[in-house]
């Protein structure tokens, strides 16, 4: 899909991953609405792209619905969604405190993988309301995954669950909605330069990225941002997970 004046959407668009993917999108001549929680730098950052801003909460799933109806109905219509919100907590299977407690589980699992199911959903049916492009293409979907769906560390159980569902969901929705004329892709990345992370002073960094087979540093935004506007472009990218790691496998801890 070109993405010369397509209508896109970020969810999570005002930091990180999601913020270099809407400035990306933008430079490459697409209308873009952001969406992300009130507080931050999202409405600026829509006002130097040109495009637009709405506040709303991932796991308020009936509001969302509302907001990207919203950002649908602004924009004109709808080509590519790039989904980067979420977030993860630290908690065993059973510790010295007792079992994982299921409430925090069950948060994680919405915040990661119903929110972004939700967010799926609606985005295919605006998607599918418009026309095919010569190639019978009407829409491509961009998920965040994580290479801890694969690997996922001590601590890491609801976040792993969450976004193996996003990987594993991946193939299954492009075959629900193939005949639709959209596409349905999930990224993997490993530790990126994004929120605390981007923090953390070098020698924190350091021994976090020796096991890379190179380059030996975190992700920077823009190359998850490259791989995203690659994605779309690229019509035969369908139904798979792309690990973003340098090669990073992580260990237990």
């Known amino acids: 899909m070109e993405i010369q004046g397509k209508y896109a959407v ?14 990306l999108l933008a430079a490459k001549g697409a209308k873009v609405a952001i969406i992300d929680r009130p507080g931050g730098e999202g409405k600026q950052i829509a006002a130097d792209l040109g495009g637009i801003y709405l506040d709303g909460d991932i796991t308020d799933h009936s509001g969302i619905e509302e907001i990207l109806a919203q950002a649908v109905e602004q924009l004109g219509g709808l080509h590519i969604a790039v989904n980067t919100a979420g977030g993860g907590v630290a908690k065993r299977t ?33 998607m599918s309301q418009g ?32 976004k193996a569902g996003i990987a594993g969901m991946a193939l299954t929705m492009a075959r629900d909605l193939g005949s639709l004329g959209v596409r349905v ?3 993997a990345p490993s530790l990126f330069k994004t929120g605390a992370v981007a923090r953390m002073p070098d020698e924190t960094i350091a021994p976090l990225v ?31 997970c792309l690990r973003l790691d340098a090669g990073m496998r992580f260990a237990p801890k």
Request: proline residues 3%.
């Open 10 to 23: 970020v969810v999570g668009g005002a930091s990180g991953m999601g913020r270099a993917s809407a400035e």
């Open 94 to 126: 059973l510790s010295k405190s007792g079992p994982h407690d299921l409430e925090t589980f069950a948060s994680v699992v919405n915040l990661n993988l119903i929110s972004t199911f939700n967010l799926n959903r609606l985005q295919a049916f605006h």
């Open 131 to 162: 026309e095919a492009d010569a190639d019978g293409e009407r829409g491509v979907i961009v998920n965040t995954s994580s290479i801890a769906a694969f690997e996922g560390q001590i601590g890491q159980v609801a976040y792993s669950a969450a």
């Open 185 to 187: 892709l999930a990224i």
């Open 210 to 240: 020796a096991g890379n087979a190179f380059p030996k540093r975190m992700g920077r935004p823009e190359e998850y941002a490259k791989l995203a506007c690659s994605i779309v472009e690229n019509g035969m990218l369908n139904g798979q």
